[in-house]
T-cell receptor
Framework: DGGITQSPKYLFRKEGQNVTLSCEQN?????MYWYRQDPGQGLRLIYY???????QKGDIAEGYSVSREKKESFPLTVTSAQKNPTAFYLC????????????FGPGTRLTVL | AQSVTQLDSQVPVFEEAPVELRCNYS??????LFWYVQYPNQGLQLLLK??????LVKGINGFEAEFNKSQTSFHLRKPSVHISDTAEYFC????????????FGTGTRLQVTL
């Protein structure tokens, strides 16, 4: 089955620790995205990548970092510089263009204690 | 930059009743419009999208939406809802000439009861 995998579903970390969220897709999509979802705020774009070895900051990139070394993988690191990291994180992918549907993974709920 | 407004944060409705979820966008240039649905603790799934052509767009699960350029709206409708339609619904917009960045609204929680 083609799709997007995010792991783990729930993640707990202590304040001050970096944490990396996994996102893998087997849809052969060029573009991948990371969103953050908070109650009542919809989805906000953190980073996106339209091609391997290239990525751009979204609207709320501060305190986050990404890499795109492989087409199928787009891991997100939440660093200790992110002031309020507790949130639901969603990864998505699309073929390439702006007309293309974005397909979403099941999400990772990160709680920083 | 584009923006999206979903006027209702919550919409309660009885099963088999019709429903309309409102979405307005602001942009001075051409846009593509999307509606996504999110079930609890899950990712988003595309319901429908408007790219061009007919302003009435039909999607999955019996939903449809109408693009109204003069009112900059893209309201989502269903003539008869089911309990299983209970979910969060997000409207999203992207400019036609840019990289594929979606701007999402804040969502509308549809609560269907018996």
């Amino acid at each position: 089955d083609g799709g997007i995998t995010q792991s783990p579903k729930y993640l707990f970390r202590k304040e001050g620790q970096n944490v990396t969220l996994s996102c893998e897709q087997n849809l052969n999509h060029d573009a991948m995205y990371w969103y953050r979802q908070d109650p009542g705020q919809g989805l906000r774009l953190i980073y996106y990548s339209q091609i391997v070895n290239d990525f751009q900051k979204g609207d709320i990139a501060e305190g986050y970092s990404v890499s795109r070394e492989k087409k199928e993988s787009f891991p997100l690191t939440v660093t200790s510089a992110q002031k309020n990291p507790t949130a639901f994180y969603l990864c998505a992918s699309s073929s390439s263009g702006v007309r293309d549907t974005q397909y979403f993974g099941p999400g990772t709920r990160l709680t920083v204690l | 930059a584009q923006s999206v407004t979903q006027l209702d944060s919550q919409v309660p409705v009885f099963e088999e009743a019709p429903v309309e979820l409102r979405c307005n966008y602001s942009s001075s240039v051409s846009v593509y419009l999307f509606w996504y649905v999110q079930y609890p603790n899950q990712g988003l799934q595309l319901l429908l999208k408007y790219l061009s052509g007919s302003t009435l767009v039909k999607g999955i699960n019996g939903f449809e939406a109408e693009f109204n350029k003069s009112q900059t709206s893209f309201h989502l409708r269903k003539p008869s809802v089911h309990i299983s339609d209970t979910a969060e619904y997000f409207c999203a917009v992207t400019l036609t000439g840019t990289a594929s960045k979606l701007t999402f609204g804040t969502g509308t929680r549809l609560q269907v009861t018996l």
